[in-house]
């Protein structure tokens, strides 16, 4: 059985695996100030072109959202996102969790829009009782999102413009930031991703690590004393080596963006095998997770063969599915589908 | 230069890593519901000895502890722990931060007192005014302790007992848990520790994991929806069988003691040098962390060739310090030192 | 000027004030052991009709609803409300700040509808990734809502149903609880209410105290130590008395509800005289905060004389206005606002 | 039976009732926009000598500190305090449930040592390890202490003068200030105590007010939104006007001082009659709270006709206990006590 369930089914990039048995025995400190973490510091501050900033490393998506959400945000305020946002509503509440709330706003495709967080925040200040209500304190948006579509770049700074007005810092959360950027739809670099926003997360886990996501404040503005309060949410790691060693590959020779590049390509391919044999999509998607309208008859024929997830049973007997590829896909896996599909 | 600073200097026994790379491209379930967590967990449960043992693989050591407290405490209680205890001190108030005080006792060379514990049960339920006051919830202990040394099996049974009189259940933090067991002064098996306790951990970090400590309830009373609170405290890895293929290797032919043995051998030959070329213990510990008072001319004598941690720096110019080895110290290290060593 | 801003304008009704005086010497012990609030309790028992009814009184609106709602849920979980609802809007984000989520539903006049809540129910735990989720943990509502609005007592058994049917507990906030039970479309008791959840308040600020609201846990069922919770919340009153004082006072010869009608029965004449001269109702409450659509002459005439709240500008230059009568308004001010209004 | 349990066993001072009767039926805005509750803010202001401090109005001293401490620290730090302060001890964790530790130091006769807190400090940075530990992120001492004492102007400028080297911010708890003030040991002025610190209380609930605590910042330089996470801690009172209306009435004449300095007075004659008679004292404090070791025989004589506070139960038979007066004391009260006593 072949499965497409996911982006995180798989180990590490083999690359990783080389790197974690070739250091094995280097005695280093613990805690991040390993020789490989700033390394893999070093080449991430290249990679998104901002000599200043500040980067750490941390385990996972849910830990490191509700970090950074926590840390930046004062006691009287709230984070917005879409209604959709990961951490409105598949992180058990983690956000909340640390007191915060989240402000959620419409979503569309899984986005914000720009003109509707102006709209909100310019009624949140007129409202005689904002003061006692949560007060947005950051902007979180997901790139790509959960649905797996991207901004745009002037949608992008569009919602940067609205940030800026209010003093709102932005956080990109970048879960499966490789998968945006090798998109054919994107047209954003990372390092123009770095400059419109004011923290972000370049996601490991997804994208060919075993854990890890990276923090990056491209101004070089992290919360004081950050490390401490990494530890205090259980986010650090003593053997920082493992998310070092594996941030220092991935930022090695582009090895980030070219296996994520190698997941899209197979995506676009994937697309194109639904669409052509006459299948519908659930919603237009240019990254790797694709939303498919699977009949009946597909369904059958996958079963105990091939794997994804459902997210919705329709009333005609259809099902949205999602099917994702990820650094880990193949060629191969993709012809044992062609081969299935009916 | 060789260190002895810590049990977490290298990276993972190769057997980890031989397992990691022999599983990288079995395409398996995230969260902890792969195949190798799903074997990890039955071969702890054999090797505790507890059939109905709940076990759960989290990432650090911070990060379960404040997990496994605030998920077992009401909001009106605290943890009673020794003032030495880690989550007392070095975890950046982690149990604070979910909302609960850690109540002290005070230590001895680490540990907590039986009668220390009892008296203070008793003066707290006496005291008129004990309902403005935080309730003991649970009792932590850790072992070894941070000091490396270890409870007897009839001292932890006399903290047992007074827990059970108060209905308080006892948690042990065996972050260095192999270690313990692996001392010659240790009169107890993992099978008894089980039984002792109501939730313990099995450190796999310090013991030769990438990462990884497992959480056990020996009576399987894991709190209700422990799952989605682990998820809430940002501990769920995406790749859970990281720590599956990690727990699954070191309890496979009793790999995990194994190691944790030559690491006590070598740790015992260690005291013996020191203490064979006249040095002063600031204690005698019996497991993997050796506290000795080190010369001035010692200290000259090692500099640049062999690090050590430096607890405390004495008025006579000597310094308590911490000598710690681990499943990756070697004897030709040992020799190096020996051969150093004034 | 006269004022129909709110409820809350003036001090205490005059019993109130008569029997803080009549008792302030006597000597009470502290924190709601004294015999006055003994007296209080007692007498909320015997309104509500439930002997074994366990009542605390707390200060303040925002203090109860978070101590009631943080006290009854475990971490897991949030509590579900109308997206109108007092906590999820005016609080400040109280509830997050202990930890929770409120999990919204759609508002139908400030009201939460029975079906979409189960609806609702369903369908989280349909959801396959329910456990990465916020669990509902209790279900919220307000009588009278933040619109004035009213459950009937089908509509509230419905809710009550659902609750029960997913092991929920209910929890009625009370704040302005007489002017609900005294409109002429309310067709509940209070004894009846009693019966249908699980724990309500009985609002003493907005209906004639200083200050207090009860919480009643009809059956008796208060979280463990709740006591000692309040306190933790920082609510708990030294000199309880205060409170004991003032909800003896209320329920003594029914002043509570008494006062109550009064406040509805100008508010329906309110009502009556802005219809009768052609002024259309933003809604049409059946409660003491009537919803009126003023016109820019009718501001203009009160401007300076009568006070109100405006909740909206349209745009063709009417306001969405708030006039709330209470225990203290007079037919006197009534009058005056009638020979205003144009 | 007369009671010299605490200092909050009666009412209110007449003057309260007065003020609370007289302005019962002004309409006035909620949330401390009230008239009284500015005029009292004004007269405060004037009373500390600080035309730019800032004034707000809480119920109660649990609540104001948890809600003053949480608002001023950083996620990362936790306040300093004797480990007899009331935060530590007798405040249910109140400041734990908002997320900090509690770092204590040795108290005597309830007072932390500036050299021993400048010794922390030091020693706290000089670790290497601090970042892994809470930091300091202010210093709480009471005043009066917890036990009655108090500290002198050198020892307040010596404590002044550590938290400025390590710029830590100077809370004073004056749940009981006008009886430290108005002790004969006191050599402070209100004012002067107003520049020895950064925020500091004044206690109306025991010092004749039926409820509320006046939080000043000197300087002005109170945590922004204060008035939301006051709020959102539930600690705003819709009725400002009832902790305005006191406020305003205690420091008009310089009530508050007057009445404190009649409790005191009562105080040193209840000490000197016990003297006089040859009573130990436990400790021998300079305010309201007296600590007597009562004999068998006296407390058997006292029994059913004066009420106080056992502390301790002595092998010896005898008890610690606590009589303390208050402005509600009275001369006659005292003679019945010495006639009762033998």
């Known amino acids: 059985m072949i499965s497409f369930t996911c982006d995180y089914n798989e180990g590490a990039h083999p690359a990783i695996l080389d790197a974690l048995v070739r250091t094995n025995f280097s005695q280093q400190p613990g805690y991040g100030a390993d020789a490989y973490t700033e390394q893999a510091k070093a ?195 003593a053997k920082g080596r493992l998310l070092g060693i594996q941030f220092d590959t991935l930022f090695t020779d582009g090895l980030y963006l070219k296996i994520a590049k190698g997941a899209i390509d197979l995506a676009m391919q994937l697309k194109a095998l639904f669409v052509g044999k006459g299948y519908e999509l659930f919603l237009d998607s240019p990254t790797n997770q694709q939303f498919i309208i699977l009949t009946e008859e597909a369904a059958a024929a996958l079963e105990g063969k091939v794997a994804y997830e459902v997210w919705e049973r329709l009333p005609d007997g259809r099902s949205v599915t999602r099917f994702a590829t990820s650094w880990a896909s193949t060629a191969e896996q993709l012809s044992q589908l062609a081969a299935l599909l009916p």
Do not use: W
Not at 205 to 231: I, N, R
């Open 43 to 237: 080449r991430i501050r290249e990679a998104v072109g901002c000599p200043g900033a500040e980067v750490f490393l941390l385990t996972g998506g849910t830990q490191t959202n509700s970090t950074v959400i926590a840390t930046m945000l004062r006691d009287y305020q709230g984070v917005v996102a879409a209604q959709t946002g990961h951490i409105a509503v598949h992180e058990a509440g983690a956000v909340e969790y640390t007191g915060h709330k989240v402000l959620t706003l419409p979503q569309h495709e899984g986005k914000m829009d720009a003109g509707e967080l102006a709209a909100y925040l310019e009624a949140f200040y007129a409202d005689g009782a904002y003061e006692h209500m949560v007060f947005p304190g950051m902007v979180y948006i997901s790139f790509p999102t959960e649905y797996g579509t991207l901004y745009s770049k002037a949608e992008l700074q569009a919602i940067r413009e609205v940030c800026q007005r209010y003093s709102l810092p932005l956080f990109v959360d970048g879960a499966r930031l490789g998968y945006g950027l090798m998109s054919p739809a994107c047209d954003l670099t990372l390092q123009e991703l770095s400059r419109l926003c004011d923290v972000f997360t370049i996601g490991g886990t997804k994208v060919g690590a075993l854990c890890g996501e990276a923090v990056v404040f491209p101004a070089g503005k992290a919360p004081e004393h950050f490390f401490t309060m990494v530890k205090q949410h259980g986010a650090l790691l």
